[in-house]
């Protein structure tokens, strides 16, 4: 079982930047980034393998970076140029398949959350 452990999420202007952390317990082999705004489905957002190799929805296309820091097992989003619809809870997960996707559903592993909130 791996726990993941979100941080990172505050209330921030628009055009303004916020970077998550999402810490994991063990091995997972692609890490995503998932939202939820209020009274909408979940939303993909972007996903990294172990080897780097990185996608991103084509909203967050050019303003968002996923990373990771294999020495902490610990991954990143930076958000940059953050819009008032970016706002939304903030959801990190993890798969130890051998692969990624956009799909919540091949994803085991589920932070708590943490809440984005842009202003205009």
């Known amino acids: 079982q791996v726990q993941l452990v979100e941080s990172g999420g505050g209330s921030v202007q628009a055009r303004g930047s916020l970077r998550l952390s999402c810490a994991a317990s063990?091995?997972?082999?692609?890490m995503g980034w998932f939202r939820q705004a209020a009274g909408k489905q979940r939303e993909w957002v972007s996903y990294?393998?172990?080897?780097?190799?990185?996608n991103y929805a084509d909203s967050v296309k050019g303003r968002f970076t996923i990373s990771q820091d294999n020495a902490k097992n610990t991954r990143y989003l930076q958000m940059n140029s953050l819009k008032p619809e970016d706002t939304a809870m903030y959801y990190c997960?993890?798969?130890?398949?051998?692969?990624?996707?956009?799909?919540?559903?091949?994803?085991?592993?589920w932070g708590q959350g943490t809440q984005v909130t842009v202003s205009s």
């Open positions: 997960a993890a798969s130890s398949e051998g692969y990624c996707s956009s799909g919540y559903w091949s994803y085991s592993y």
């Open positions: 990294i393998t172990t080897g780097g190799s990185t």
């Open positions: 063990g091995y997972t082999y692609c």
